[in-house]
């Protein structure tokens, strides 16, 4: 299906809202799995053709009113011709779509002439589908079919399945803001591994993950998903089980089954953005000093968990940098770079704290968001902390 001719058509893009499986061969519009009664009193599922006309790219209004069928002749629930609908049954050429049988039915208003390519389609498989129905109530030409990206598109695409959601709202431009460079995401713990489901999400050009550390039993109840038993039996590699189940969904996900030190960490260079979701002081202050020399900005996360009279305290802290403001993580000290000790502590213990994980990940992604002008951005703040006890965020070093 090509997707752009799609999206530029509205009756056509309605079409495919409304989950019928659509298909485009040249001038040549193709509607599967269209339900109807056969002969012999059986549903079965055929396809319905039309020809487009067409201003440039975009469909205009049809003025011819004749469809055709790829299939049996379609019938009504006791096995009789359709007349009402099939005019002839001899296979012919629609340009490069070989049909089965030539149907006719005119609008019953607005002048005899379909208002636009959603209307005849619709109009068409009522007439064909009513007397399925009346055999299998459950039949029905809206399937919702998984669709894969355009051929053309398909290399550029980060998708195994195209993104319908942006299409159908009309938010592509928007959109587009999100197609940028590489993305690094250092560090797959609870808020590293929330971070990589919400960037999984985007179009961004690939993702890069880097962790030396294995997938255990207690990090299934700090991170996304729900791995099996048999799956934590492995003690896999955390990038590899992360880069195994968002590959499902999206292309260039890289595993680097390694932690960041002096002798590697200059493959940070060329990223976009990086969201460092470390918790070893030493190993942040070199991936920063990197990410600075290399002019990449980033978001730095971290929580902060204390028992206190038999509750947690918590603190969920999002800091960000970028080429025009840096001064405020050495200057105000926004990011801790040594061994912290009370603070951190109880984190560390492996509490389950899955919610303020969450919390962390969607605060640094929205940072990013607003750092890309996706989302509008008043305040511009580059450090925030939200304290549970207070449910407030604080937002500090505003540009």
Do not use: C
């Amino acid at each position: 299906m090509s997707q752009r001719r799609i999206a530029r058509s509205p009756d056509l893009l309605r079409l495919h809202e409304d989950g019928y499986h659509l298909e485009l061969r040249g001038d040549v519009l193709l509607v599967h799995d269209v339900p109807y009664a056969t002969a012999g009193k059986q549903v079965a599922r055929g396809t319905l053709v039309t020809d487009l006309e067409l201003a440039g790219d975009v469909t205009a209004q049809p003025s011819n009113h004749v469809a055709y069928f790829i299939g049996e002749a379609p019938s009504t629930k006791d096995g009789v011709l359709l007349t009402s609908a099939v005019i002839g049954s001899n296979p012919i050429d629609v340009g490069p779509v070989r049909v089965d049988h030539t149907m006719s039915k005119k609008p019953q208003s607005d002048g005899q002439r379909y208002r636009d390519y959603h209307h005849k389609v619709e109009t068409y498989i009522a007439l064909i589908s009513v007397h399925a129905q009346q055999i299998d109530p459950e039949a029905t030409a809206r399937t919702y079919p998984v669709i894969a990206p355009d051929p053309e598109d398909d290399e550029d695409s980060p998708f195994e399945y195209l993104d319908t959601s942006t299409t159908r709202n009309g938010l592509s431009d928007v959109t587009n803001k999100l197609r940028t460079g590489p993305v690094a995401i250092l560090g797959l713990g609870g808020t590293g591994g929330y971070v990589l489901d919400l960037i999984a999400k985007t179009p961004v050009e690939a993702i890069h993950l880097w962790d030396g550390d294995r997938y255990v039993q207690h990090n299934a109840f700090r991170s996304p998903g729900a791995p099996t038993s048999e799956t934590l039996a492995t003690v896999p590699q955390k990038v590899a089980y992360f880069a195994g189940i968002y590959s499902n969904m999206r292309k260039r996900i890289v595993p680097h089954d390694a932690y960041l030190t002096e002798d590697n960490v200059d493959e940070l260079q060329g990223m976009s953005f990086a969201f460092v979701a470390v918790d070893d002081g030493p190993s942040r202050r070199l991936i920063i000093a990197k990410l600075e020399e290399f002019g990449v900005p980033y978001v730095d996360v971290g929580l902060g968990i204390e028992e206190v009279d038999g509750s947690l305290l918590g603190q969920v802290r999002t800091t960000l940098s970028t080429p025009d403001k840096r001064d405020h993580v050495h200057d105000n000290h926004r990011i801790p770079f040594g061994r912290v000790d009370g603070v951190n502590d109880d984190y560390k213990r492996n509490i389950q704290i899955a919610p303020l994980n969450m919390l962390n990940a969607s605060l640094a992604v929205t940072k990013w968001l607003k750092h890309l002008g996706y989302l509008t951005d008043l305040d511009r703040e580059h450090h925030s902390v939200y304290v549970t006890s207070g449910n407030v965020i604080i937002n500090e070093d505003q540009v």
